[in-house]
């Protein structure tokens, strides 16, 4: 797995590429976490490179997206692929979190 982290204004994009699974989730949470410490209140999480993402992949984006509730800070992610957005059908994911087919739908209006 690997974690890109640009900006887009105010909101901090995160692409993630490979797998987000059992072995690679603690990476992801230590990172997103640190993000969340300096001050990114909104995140937008890119999938387009991500494989493949397992129910520790999922728990990942649902303590992002709870820790950022209280302070008014919003969690949205984009670009699922097939793989991946059949697992957030089939979890529910994809009614509980934000997502966007592209990017650019996801920074609009964020």
């Known amino acids: ?8 204004g105010e909101v901090t994009v995160v692409k993630i590429e490979g797998n987000l699974d059992t ?3 603690p990476e992801a949470q230590d990172e997103l976490n640190r993000l969340m410490d300096e001050g990114s ?3 937008l999480l890119d999938f387009a490179d ?3 993402i397992s129910s520790s ?3 990942v984006l649902l303590s992002v997206a709870k820790r950022l509730a209280p302070d008014e800070g919003e969690m949205r992610i984009c670009n699922l692929n097939d793989v991946v957005n059949e697992v957030f059908e089939i979890s529910g994911f994809s009614t509980i979190l934000k997502v ?3 990017d650019s739908e996801a920074l609009e209006g964020f």
Do not use: H, I, V, W
């Open 1 to 8: 797995m690997k974690l890109n982290t640009s900006s887009e």
């Open 50 to 52: 991500l494989a493949y």
């Open 23 to 25: 072995q690679t989730s």
């Open 57 to 59: 992949g999922l728990r």
């Open 41 to 43: 209140q909104k995140l």
């Open 100 to 102: 966007f087919p592209s």
